[in-house]
């Protein structure tokens, strides 16, 4: 007897298994764009693949609560016009943008292209958030004229933050002017007690050392007196010389 369970088994091996579902997680916020990529190869130029768009898992089979649909060249459903198709839908960009979205926006959403052949579809499932706007509280002021002013808190709290850098750079800058003149005083101070020094050194050497002048006037007199030493020596020496000479020619010959 002929059993379908094996065979049910190998045609089930046989065919291709489905394209791996991956989910990547975006954000939005109230009232703002939100942006699903999606995309893929077109295999030949003029060669499209129609592809759905639903809110919620990938299904077995097509895509579940469909808010875009597309045949191989068109926009075939659309459950909004909030859905878009701004990609270049000739090149495989199915992206979908949702046009001011809402909370109820949130959710998983599925992008399946629809390949030819059995469970060959490519799915692509994302996770969008919405978030909520940043709340602002109007508050009202007064002048010194009593004039009412109306500002929101956030605009208070940002004109206080740049207050308070303002301060922190005044602050730092002051203590840097104030650093740089103590530094000066510092070495203001080093320079005059150095230059002191060596004031008083000089003094001490000049109070140890002879006094130059005496000993120049010293060695002058010396020199003076080997002068005179010198003149009378050659003046006794003339003298002889004169004597002898006169002598010599006093004398006649017979």
Known sequence: MFSWLPFSCALLLLQPLPARSLENAYTAEVGKNAYLPCSYTVPAPGTLVPICWGKGSCPLLQCASVVLRTDETNVTYRKSRRYQLKGNFYKGDMSLTIKNVTLADSGTYCCRIQFPGPMNDEKLELKLSITEPET????????????????????????????????????????????????????????????????????????NSPPGGLVNAG???IRSEENIYTIEENIYEMENSNEYYCYVSSQQPS
């Open 136 to 207: 602002q509280t109007l508050v009202t002021l007064h002048d010194n004229n009593g004039t009412k002013i109306s500002t929101w808190a956030d605009e208070i709290k940002d004109s206080g933050e740049t207050i308070r850098t303002a301060v922190h750079i005044g602050v730092g800058v002051s203590a840097g002017l104030a650093l740089a003149l103590i530094l000066g005083v510092l070495i203001l101070k080093w320079y005059s007690s150095k230059k002191k020094k060596l004031q008083d050194l000089s003094l001490i050497t000049l109070a």
């Open 219 to 221: 060695a002058g007199r």
